[in-house]
Every structure is written in C-alpha cells, then in structure tokens.
C-alpha cells in the first residue's frame, strides 16, 4: 500500500469522524445504547456462574463489548453506506483521486475511533459498579489490544462488504440485523457458549463474533473462567486466526464486490 493511500485514508478518517461528531444526537445514542444495554442486563442477571467465581455481571460487561464492537463496525457502517451510496455521496466521491483502499482505511480508522469511545466507557462503568478489573499484566493487555484491533478491521471489512450488497437504505436494517442478532445469541453475548447444541456452537465458531467475545473474556476475566468455554481452554491462538482470516476474507470481498454508485 503506498504512502499516498495511507496518507489519503488518514484524511478521509478526519472527515468521517467529523462528519459523526457534527450529528450528535446519533453520536450521543451510540454510546448511550451499549450503557443502557449492560446496565440492564447486569443488573436484572445476578449470582455466580458455578465453579468460576465470576459473576453473570462480568460475563456480560465482556459480551456487550464484543456485541458493541461488531454492532458499530458491521451494522451502523453497512447501513451508513447504503445512506451514503443511495443519497449520491459515493457518487461525488469516486469523482476524486481517491482510490477504494484510502476509502476502506477512513472508515476502519471511524470505527476504531467510534469502538474505542464506547470501550473505554464500558470498562469504566464494569470497574465502577460490575467489579471488572482492568488487564493485570502485560499478556492480558496484549490479548485485549490483539483482539480489538483485529476484531475492529474485520468487522469493519464486513460491513463495507455487506454495505455494497445493500440494494437501498430501506432495506438496509433488515438485511444486516438479521444475521447480527443471530450471531449475539450464539456467540456467548446473551447466554453461554456451554449451553448451545453442538451444531450451533460450531457454526458460531465459524464467525468473528464469538472470538471476539471469547477474546476479551480472557482478557477481563479470571482464568478460572474458561472451564466454561469450549473444550475448557480459551483458545486464543485459533481464535486470532480466525479473525485475521476474516480480515483477508473481508478485504478480498471489498475491493471486487465494493462500487462507488449502484450499477
């Protein structure tokens, strides 16, 4: 990639954050939602979980970050896009110099700013009233970065992708939700992993989602956490395969399926 792509895409994410920014009553209910969401559930779900000592509360405040993470970089982008490509804005875009690579890296470097905002609000409220603690040593911090980040682009890939599928605006929501909400339920956001038939444990293993929550619980929660999980490991290095091959996957669909206008 050259430095005059990296240097256009690090243009086009100033103008997408300020283009966010500038509505914020949108902006506001970004962050609110994910806020409202944990407190909710957190606060409706209590007790242990047995044989962990971690609390249903904990649980959810690493779920509804991983939910929140996809939520922004695959739903919101995929419906912004088709607002976008349907109101003419692609249109004037692909009148400028501008190739689809600078494009594609404005919109990750939005969401990654976006994510990070709700991120760092949601650990804040889980310390203050969940009783989260913050990563304790370096590994689990490199586990939590490796996981947002890779997490962050291959979410975000996939809402591109999903995004030039999209024939109008109207559909958008009905095409991009339907499967968002499938994958929370059986990705370990709502319920446990441990308590899915097989066949849909293994087809959620299939999808970035269920890493991405499994990730940050590693991250987040005791050790004594993953006897819950899969096989009783946590898994990480499959887990970062797997979103990485997403990331090419999704990147790969981007630039032969993406179009400026819709013909």
């Not at 971690?54 to 993470?69: C, D, F, N, P, R």
């Not at 929550?213 to 009783?232: I, M, N, S, W, Y």
């Not at 887990?239 to 399926?257: H, K, Q, T």
């Amino acid at each position: 990639m050259s430095t005059g792509t990296l240097a256009l895409g690090r243009g086009r994410t100033v103008v997408e954050m300020k283009n966010l920014w500038r509505n914020g009553q949108a902006f506001g209910f970004t962050i609110a939602f994910p806020l409202m969401m944990l407190l909710l559930f957190a606060s409706i779900f209590k007790g242990t979980i047995e044989h962990t000592g971690v609390e249903i509360s904990q649980v959810y405040v690493a779920g509804i970050m991983g939910s929140t993470l996809m939520s922004t970089a695959f739903v919101s982008l995929a419906i912004g896009m088709s607002v976008e490509r349907e109101s003419g804005m692609l249109k004037r875009l692909a009148g400028t110099p501008m190739p689809k690579a600078s494009y594609f890296l404005g919109k990750i470097g939005m969401v990654l700013a976006t994510v990070t905002i709700q991120v760092i609000v949601l650990m804040a409220l889980g310390v203050a009233f969940f009783h989260i603690d913050l990563p304790s040593s370096a590994k689990s911090w490199a586990i939590f970065v490796a996981v947002f980040l890779l997490g962050v682009t291959s979410s975000t890939l996939l809402g591109i992708a999903a995004g030039s599928w999209i024939k109008d605006s109207k559909s958008g929501p009905a095409v991009v939700n339907l499967p968002f909400v499938a994958l929370q339920f059986i990705s370990g956001v709502w319920i446990s992993v441990n308590q899915l038939p097989s066949w849909l444990l293994h087809t959620s293993q299939v999808f970035p989602l269920h890493w991405i929550c499994r990730g940050l619980r590693q991250a987040l929660l005791p050790d004594t956490f993953k006897v819950v999980e899969t096989g009783g490991q946590w898994q990480l290095m499959w887990g970062l395969i797997v979103l990485a091959a997403w990331c090419i996957v999704g990147f790969l669909v981007c630039v032969r399926s993406f179009r400026w206008t819709r013909g």
